[in-house]
């Protein structure tokens, strides 16, 4: 049985990935001041991350149209979707109408939309494990029962130098509209299992931040042995070998991956963002 995996470019899929030749991605659109922007191949992080900086006006993201994942879905037996939370984006629900139109042209299909509840790095590991399941020969069924028991248990938290994307577009809740600035205070936010984001605690300075919130990991206490973590970071290696190294010193985990945002990861990150997921 072969299988395909489309993916939302929130899902910050590597060169790696792309290789082993099932994977498709759908571009969101980009918005700066009125410049749109394609999500795509074609992404130049440097100049995206200018752009956002000096912007005056409106940055926000389009999700795909219906059509863009219907086109996508093509003709392998069974095909895996993984968009953005349905709770921070359209897009989830342009793929089931997408499916739908589908499955009107084509007739019934073993096409499963995934709601990841998160984005980023939470998308990578669930897009990975659907490949994990599907290339042991998995059939559908299994695959599609076996992931949503694994997003169930997902977490993700991050630590961005700046929010401003995310609060003026509405991504927040429950965090105040005025962050103390002047005092460099960072909040850690994380991502609930119910898709949202909030804030879980701050600390002065971007360090300390990130070793909160490698406290906040260690205390919830779970074996993460066989777990893999993944670190993204906007524009910020160093900083992320930083959180990889305090997580090797704080936890026993399985593996560690660190990629780079693309697009969408980039434009709610920020320079200097740090998210992670296991």
Not at 1 to 16: G, N, R
Not at 269 to 276: M, T
């Amino acid at each position: 049985m072969s299988f395909h995996i489309v993916c939302d470019s929130c899902t910050d899929l590597t060169q790696e990935d792309f290789e082993k030749g099932c994977y498709s991605w759908i571009p969101l659109t980009l918005i700066v001041d009125g410049e749109e922007i394609i999500d795509d191949e074609t992404f130049d992080q440097a100049s995206f991350l200018e752009k956002v900086a000096n912007s005056t006006g409106e940055v926000k993201s389009a999700c795909p149209a219906p059509e863009s994942y219907m086109n996508a879905y093509g003709e392998a037996d069974d095909i895996y979707v993984v968009t953005l939370s349905a709770e921070l984006s359209g897009s989830y629900n342009s793929a089931v109408l997408g499916k739908n139109l589908y499955e009107e042209e084509n007739g019934e299909k073993n096409i499963y939309v995934f709601n990841s509840r998160g984005a980023s790095t939470t998308q990578i590991l669930i897009a990975r494990k659907i490949y994990e399941y599907a290339s042991q020969g998995m059939n559908f069924d299994q695959v599609v029962e076996k992931v949503e028991e694994y997003i169930s248990t997902q977490r993700t938290y991050f630590v961005l130098e700046t929010l401003e994307v995310l609060r003026r577009n509405g991504r927040l809740s429950r965090v105040s509209a005025t962050l103390a600035s002047a005092l460099n205070i960072k909040p850690v936010m994380e991502g609930t299992r119910d898709g949202v984001i909030q804030k879980l605690t701050q600390a002065r300075g971007t360090k300390k931040a990130l070793s909160k919130m490698i406290e906040a990991i260690v205390k919830e206490g779970r074996d993460l042995s066989e777990r893999v973590l993944a670190i993204a970071h906007c524009n910020c290696p160093k900083r992320a070998e930083y959180v990889k190294e305090l997580i090797q010193k704080n936890l026993k985990v399985g593996d560690i991956i660190i990629i780079d945002t693309k697009g969408v990861s980039s434009l709610y990150a920020c320079d200097g963002g740090i998210i992670v997921s296991y």
